[in-house]
């Protein structure tokens, strides 16, 4: 769906991306091969960070939600450690930098939901 705008198939980013994919072990040698080279073809569509994700031209995503429909608009967020509000903040400056969020006005805000921050197992 994304893709990436100055060389998406340079060998190097084609590694990078085949790192880390993971693909299953049930596979023969013969399969997995093919998913590779399935891969490298279309290493286009692959963002290897937030930076490199970009809009879809005509994407539109739409929530069908009633007209009437209430939400909670109070804030229950567990406090966070001022390192857990470090890295949120990076990331969600990141965000705004490329354009992938974008900040609203209080009266904007239909709903909110508490930050959860969760570990990578990997």
Same mark, same amino acid.
Request: proline residues 7%; aromatic residues 4%; charged residues 25%.
């Given at each position: 769906?994304?893709?990436?705008?100055?060389q998406?198939?340079?060998?190097?980013?084609?590694?990078?991306?085949?790192?880390?994919?993971?693909?299953?072990?049930?596979?023969t040698?013969?399969?997995?091969?093919?998913?590779?080279?399935?891969? &490298?073809? /279309?290493?286009?569509?692959?963002?290897?960070?937030?930076?490199?994700?970009? =809009?879809v031209?005509?994407?539109?995503? #739409? %929530?069908?939600?009633e007209?009437n &429909?209430? /939400?909670?608009?109070?804030?229950?967020?567990?406090?966070l450690?001022?390192? =857990?509000?470090?890295?949120?903040?990076? #990331? %969600?400056?990141?965000?705004?930098?490329?354009?992938?969020?974008?900040p609203?006005?209080?009266?904007?805000?239909?709903?909110?939901?508490?930050?959860?921050?969760?570990? #990578?197992?990997h």
């Amino acid at each position: 769906i994304f893709t990436r705008e100055s060389q998406p198939f340079k060998p190097t980013r084609v590694e990078e991306i085949l790192r880390q994919i993971t693909i299953g072990d049930d596979l023969t040698d013969q399969e997995t091969a093919q998913v590779k080279a399935l891969i &490298a073809e /279309f290493a286009d569509v692959f963002a290897l960070s937030v930076s490199e994700v970009r =809009q879809v031209e005509g994407a539109v995503h #739409k %929530l069908n939600i009633e007209p009437n &429909a209430k /939400f909670s608009t109070k804030v229950h967020q567990k406090p966070l450690t001022p390192p =857990q509000r470090r890295y949120l903040h990076k #990331k %969600l400056q990141t965000m705004l930098d490329t354009d992938i969020i974008e900040p609203c006005e209080p009266g904007q805000v239909k709903c909110v939901s508490p930050t959860t921050l969760a570990q #990578k197992t990997h």
